[in-house]
């Protein structure tokens, strides 16, 4: 496996994009001296079918190295909660259904738990690097927390408001965006993933 010069993302979401380049440009200014591509827009969408976030970072990835012949970039995340094994899992953006709102998904979640006083969860995210020729470097990230009975600030997207990180006294929907950004899944598995990356410098042949 070689260090790479370019990396392409195969987010075509701007906030993940933004969030990414900041990562590297915080963390990696010295080490990391590799261009980071957007998704070409002739891509169109890529189907989500996998059953565990590492198969769909897997289709993403590969559907982009496929197409730019470049080392491609992909995450995919979720929510699990302990007591209902690890629902809404990879499920996370459909759990009301295909389509469904964040605010109904996250509705869903808390008609569900309802009365539940294991209120254990985390949010899990799946970082995968995948080469030209198929090789990966893969990392994982997760944040541990609690879901709350009812949702709480404004900020976010998703379950932020009502998922209330361990160790602090308000949702994610409450931190300022810069804040949440740095304790999160997301970050933690780029983090785990650019820490591998560059590894390669010392064995790349
Ligand atoms: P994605 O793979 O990053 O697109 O995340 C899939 C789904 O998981 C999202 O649509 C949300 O429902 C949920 N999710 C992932 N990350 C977060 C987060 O940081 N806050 C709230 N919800 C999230």
Redesign the pocket.
Known sequence: MFYPNKIVLATA?PH?TTEIRNIIKTYYAKDLDIDILPRPKDVGEIP?TGDT?LA?ARIKASRIARATNLPALA?????LVDVLDGL?GVN??C?AGEHAS?RA?LEKLLSEMEGMTDRKAG?V?QALLVFPNGDELSATGEIRGEILGFPVGQN?????PV?KPDGYAMT?AEMKPDL?DSI???KRAFIALFNRIVGLKDTSV
């Open positions: 979401n993940k989500e976030f769909n995450d995919d995340s979720g929510l809404p996370s953006s759990y964040d998904n949010f995210t976010g997207f998703g379950y932020d998922f994610f949440k999160s899944h997301r």
